[in-house]
Every structure is written in structure tokens, then in C-alpha cells.
């Protein structure tokens, strides 16, 4: 598929018809027409982070930090867009960020992100709560490249069967986030009272796993939780039963019966985190795969370190788009003294706070090998489902080839510190 220069064109001449792009290319309008599209709750959910939001906008602000200096005279308009990342060469330098519960955007969720990375050939990282099973979104993607995102339950077993699950699926790399042993502080949700997975929405990995549905059995069988507190019965209550009924996999009445949506739903609030792992479980799961295995969530120098020490193949420096920790560090600031010391050394990705295609060239050019796009394709979807999602991928791809062309720049592979002028700030 076609982008950059022709797709610019293509843009312009369908502006002559009249027709406006699918979704608009300025993030704030993105965002203002995905709210237009969504629940409040889902809206709230997606674009929300912890607490007053600060670390949120601190990822944003750091891109102001550092601008780019382009050069005369030697330029090109055939850009090398591949990078090598562990060993394989992907045809793009962007990959779809893991993004649990994308039914809140649209209820085809994470399908409608196989199919726009299958139109670009953009790898794919499928995420521990996805709204779609990683089965379905690995035969839509066909050929194209994927990842698993794991968060780590406090069952081992579930853990294995994750991981042999994404090694059926082909997955090329395991990527464990380590930054949300408990949910930040979300004062958006907070104030919704909304929480999507109490509502069965965002456990498809864990509803079509054999092993979660035993260890839901078991418990029933058991009768675990069953003098657990309840929330007040209202009419929500009940409306919000009926939901998960519905929305767990099984059938309404089946759920509604046996109890077992309600069970699956109590199961996975009890084990989807381990809150007390260490890095020595990073040696563990070295046994439980052959796969490349990275960590998420990394953005202190000496987590950095212990990765590395740990035997990881690649980090992604990340603070989850601001959602965990507030009054946190922007994490372009972070990315560059991670790169400065260990460039090299592990695969370096980046996320959090990526919203244009400047900004992927300057994380690029401080050292990340590959960088994550998550919010803004989420947006794609809720305003118009695949064809939202691949364009907003196209939009990102676009412009950074265009950018590049416009600074001289030929491939991707040339891109580095020199590029970048420090404000002086
Ligand atoms: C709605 C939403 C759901 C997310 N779900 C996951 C997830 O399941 N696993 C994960 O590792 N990260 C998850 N993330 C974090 C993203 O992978 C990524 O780190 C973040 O979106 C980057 O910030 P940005 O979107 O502001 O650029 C989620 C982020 C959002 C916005």
C-alpha cells in the first residue's frame, strides 16, 4: 500500500472532490472525533491516565526538548523505511502498541488493527487484554509480523499457556510488562465508577484459554470468592450482570445460570498479576521459550540495567502512556539516557506519548530501534474501525518519509543524535 509523497497526493486530489481524509492527521481533531464516536467510559478509559495526568503530559512536553535539524542538498524521495530488530528486518521503523479492551473503541476491537497492519506490513503487538483472541487477529494478519504481550499471572501454568498460545500464533517476540503490578490511580475512570473488565469486556485471551477456564471450574467447584463483598444491588448492578452475561463468551442464558461469566470475571480480577515478580522470573520464562523476550515499562537507568543483566533481548522504555505512575518522567527523557548508556546492548523500543511522525524520528535519532504507536491508532478505530486504524498508521508512515525526504535523510538506518538540536532551554 501506498505511502508518503503518494499518499499526500492522493489526500490533495480527492480534497479537489471534496472528500476529507478518513480520519483527520491533527491529533487533537482525531481525538475530538473518536470522543464523538464512543461512550464516555470508553473514551475516558482510552484517552485517560493517572492521577492529575502529569507524566501524561510530561511525555508530550519532552518532545519539545528536542528539534530537528534538517540539511540541504541531499535529499531523496526513495526512503529506506526498514529497520533489523532482532535479528529480522521489518518493512517499517512503527509497530501497533499492545492495547487491552479496544471493544470500548468499536466493538471489532483488535481485528480491525490485524487487518490495518496487514495493509502495511506493521507488526503487531497482541495485548494480554484484548477484546479479540490472539487466534483470530493471527490468521487476520496473515503473513504480517506479531508479538504477545504478557502481563504475568499469579498462575504459572496460565502464564505457559500464554506463551505456547503466541508461540502457535507465530509471535516472533514475548514482550512482559512489568509497570502495571496494580492499576494506576485513574481519576477519569475513578469518577465513572468504570472499570472495563469487571464487565467481562477485554478478557478474550483469558475466556478462550483452557487453562483460565479450569482454574474458573476449579474455583466454582470450590466455592472461591463466594463470601466475597458484593456492591449494593441497584438496577445498574443488574444491568452491569447482564453485561458481563452478554459480553462473556458462552451465551447470555449459559452465563446468566451457571455463573460462570461472573465467576471467569471475579477469577481474573484475583490472578491476572503477579505483583511480586523479580527479575530472576525473567530467567524462568528463558525456560518456558525460545522466543526473544523484552520488558515493558522500563524507564529508570538502573531497571535498564538489571534488563540487561536479567538476559533480556530488548526493553520497551515506556511509562504506559502515563497511566501508571503519576508526576512521573516523560519518557522521551528517559529514552535518552537509557540510549546514551546502553545503546547496543539490548533492542531499544519506545513508546508513550508518540503522536506525530516528527516525534517517531526524534526517538529514533535518540537511539529507540523500532517505536510504538498506541493511542492515536485506538482513536482510528473508534471513527471508522479498519479503515480508520490503517489510516492513521498511513498518516503516521507518511509523514515520517516525507519528513525524512525533507531532511536529507535516506534511510532510517542513517538516523541519529546528529539530527537533533538540543533546546537550549
Ligand atoms: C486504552 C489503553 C490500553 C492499554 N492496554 C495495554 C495492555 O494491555 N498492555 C500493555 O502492555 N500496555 C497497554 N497500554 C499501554 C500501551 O501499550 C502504550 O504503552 C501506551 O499507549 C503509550 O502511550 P501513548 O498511547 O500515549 O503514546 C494501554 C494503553 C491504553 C491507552
Not at 39 to 53: D, K, P, Q
Amino acid at each position: 500500500m501506498k505511502y508518503g509523497i503518494d499518499a499526500q497526493k492522493e489526500i490533495y486530489l480527492q480534497g479537489m472532490s471534496g472528500i476529507k481524509p478518513i480520519v483527520p492527521t491533527i491529533y487533537e481533531d482525531l481525538v475530538k472525533e473518536a470522543k464523538e464516536k464512543m461512550s464516555a467510559e470508553g473514551f475516558a478509559y482510552i484517552a485517560g491516565g493517572a492521577g492529575m495526568e502529569k507524566t501524561m503530559k510530561a511525555n508530550l512536553d519532552a518532545f519539545d526538548h528536542y528539534k530537528l535539524n534538517a540539511r540541504m542538498m541531499q535529499g531523496s524521495v526513495n526512503i529506506d523505511m526498514s529497520i533489523h530488530l532482532l535479528g529480522k528486518k521489518y518493512d517499517t521503523p512503527i509497530m501497533a502498541a499492545p492495547i487491552g479492551a479496544l471493544e470500548l473503541a468499536h466493538p471489532i476491537a483488535e481485528k480491525a488493527v490485524a487487518t490495518a497492519c496487514r495493509e502495511l506490513n506493521i507488526p503487531m503487538i497482541f495485548s494480554n487484554q484484548a477484546s479479540v483472541k490472539m487466534e483470530t487477529c493471527a490468521s487476520e494478519l496473515g503473513s504480517t509480523p506479531r508479538w504477545f504481550q504478557l502481563y504475568w499471572s499469579k498462575s504459572d501454568d496460565l502464564v505457559q499457556s500464554f506463551v505456547s498460545r503466541a508461540e502457535k500464533c507465530d509471535c516472533e517476540a514475548i514482550v512482559v510488562t512489568l509497570d502495571t503490578t496494580t492499576l494506576g490511580w485513574r481519576t477519569r475512570d475513578l469518577d465513572l465508577g468504570y472499570l472495563p473488565f469487571l464487565r467481562g469486556e477485554g478478557l478474550a485471551q483469558y475466556s478462550s484459554d483452557p487453562i483460565f477456564n479450569a482454574i474458573v471450574e476449579e474455583r466454582m467447584k470450590n466455592k472461591v470468592g463466594a463470601n466475597d463483598p458484593k456492591p449494593p444491588i441497584t438496577l445498574t448492578t443488574i444491568e452491569n450482570l447482564f453485561k458481563v452475561c452478554k459480553n462473556y463468551p458462552g451465551g447470555f442464558l449459559n452465563n446468566l445460570t451457571s455463573g460462570k461469566a461472573l465467576a471467569a470475571v471475579k477469577t481474573f480480577i484475583d490472578i491476572y498479576m503477579r505483583p511480586e515478580l523479580e527479575w530472576a522470573d525473567i530467567k524462568r520464562l528463558r525456560k518456558m521459550t525460545k522466543l526473544p523476550i523484552l520488558v515493558k515499562g522500563i524507564h529508570h537507568i538502573e531497571d535498564a540495567k538489571m534488563a540487561i543483566d536479567a538476559g533480556v533481548d530488548g526493553m520497551i522504555i515506556s511509562n504506559h502512556g502515563g497511566r501508571q505512575v503519576d508526576g512521573g518522567v516523560g519518557a522521551l527523557t528517559a529514552l535518552d539516557e537509557i540510549a546514551l548508556e546502553l545503546k547496543g546492548k539490548a533492542a531499544l523500543l519506545f513508546d508513550s506519548g508518540i503522536r506525530s511522525g516528527a516525534d517517531v524520528i526524534k526517538a529514533l535519532a535518540l537511539g529507540a530501534d523500532a517505536v510504538l504507536i498506541g493511542r492515536p491508532f485506538a482513536f482510528g478505530v473508534a471513527i471508522a474501525q479498519e479503515r480508520g486504524a490503517t489510516a492513521v498508521f498511513k498518516h503516521f508512515l507518511s509523514e515520517i518519509e516525507i519528513q525524512l525526504s525533507l531532511m536529507g535523510i535516506k534511510s532510517i538506518s542513517e538516523l541519529n543524535r546528529n539530527v537533533l538540536a538540543k533546546d537550549s532551554e
